[in-house]
């Protein structure tokens, strides 16, 4: 129950040894302090090595899942990712992974559960992930897959702006160096949410398959153009055309909103590239008593 509904805990294991091999491990991606600098250790895997599977993994489909943790495992140094509550909140993925043996946190949406939209949970477990790399100067690395926040009045009466509002709130006050990568989907209001520029990220990257709008172009259209929803004919030509307007990553790059749009059989070497620019990165929030969080 703890693992998988109240989140009190974050793992469960079968035996003793199996619990502190575990946990010997996610120590292992942790810095002394703060002050310290994240671990580092040696990396046999090229930075700049592609990986063609990627440039197929998104489906044709828009409506098709897929695991977000293939690309995870495909970017970190061996393929080696140390995943937080794995058994809470499923429609978003938190943990620990590598790049060039240096320690990072990965934050992704994963549409294999929910399609990847952001309920309260969701929020509130990326959130805490977030403010705790933030804690220990670890750099943040988050994949975007998001058509939005779940609707509905069961998550309206939980809070769901509340709970929203912690992991808008945590990127926001974050001052680690934050890599975003959107896949897909970028809808909305969960869109900046995500680790967007406006939420002070650093190097935002899309793939050719992202689409970065309001909304997807079904419920675009119907809005409005509600009108001629008795003329399919026409609904399909305004589908179509909102499709090739701005459902594509390159009015946001126009706008300042992605940094470029990258293959994804580049996404590691670009990550490393921008973890490096990023090293010496210090930024200091204006001094207060304390940050006043959503609680």
């Not at 129950?1 to 009190?8: A, E, G, N, P």
């Not at 995943?83 to 240096?102: W, Y």
């Not at 058509?147 to 769901?160: D, K, M, R």
Request: some cysteine.
């Amino acid at each position: 129950m703890h693992t998988t509904k109240s989140s009190v805990a974050d793992g469960a294991y079968d035996n003793d040894i199996e619990a502190l091999t575990e946990l010997r491990r996610f120590i292992d991606f942790l810095p002394q302090s703060n002050r310290s600098g994240v671990p580092v250790l040696p990396s046999h895997e090229p930075a700049d090595k592609p990986d063609l599977s990627l440039d197929t993994l998104i489906p044709s489909n828009p409506n098709m899942p897929y695991d977000i943790k293939e690309i995870i495992y495909k970017v970190s140094d061996e393929g080696d990712f140390f995943e937080i509550q794995k058994d809470f909140a499923k429609n978003i993925v938190v943990g620990f992974g590598r790049m060039e043996g240096s320690t990072v946190g990965f934050v992704a949406n994963q549409p294999m559960v929910l399609a990847g939209v952001l309920d309260s949970d969701s929020s509130r477990k990326a959130a805490r992930f977030v403010r705790f790399c933030d804690a220990f100067e670890i750099p943040v690395v988050t994949l975007v897959d998001v058509p939005g926040f779940l609707p509905g009045t069961a998550q309206e009466y939980g809070g769901l702006i509340k709970h929203g509002a912690k992991l808008l709130f945590a990127y926001a006050e974050a001052t680690v160096p934050k890599i975003t990568i959107i896949t897909r989907k970028a809808y909305g209001g969960a869109y900046d949410v995500m680790a967007s520029k406006h939420l002070r990220g650093d190097v935002n990257y899309a793939w050719p398959t992202a689409e970065i709008a309001v909304m997807g172009a079904k419920g675009a259209v119907e809005i409005i153009f509600r009108k001629s929803l008795d003329n399919p004919e026409e609904i399909e030509k305004r589908t179509e055309e909102y499709e090739d307007r701005f459902l594509n990553p390159f009015v946001a790059a126009e706008r300042g909103y992605i940094d470029e749009v990258i293959q994804p059989r580049n996404t590691r070497m670009r990550i490393c590239r921008a973890l490096a620019l990023l090293k010496g990165k210090k930024l200091d929030n204006p001094w207060k008593k304390h940050d006043n969080i959503p609680l």
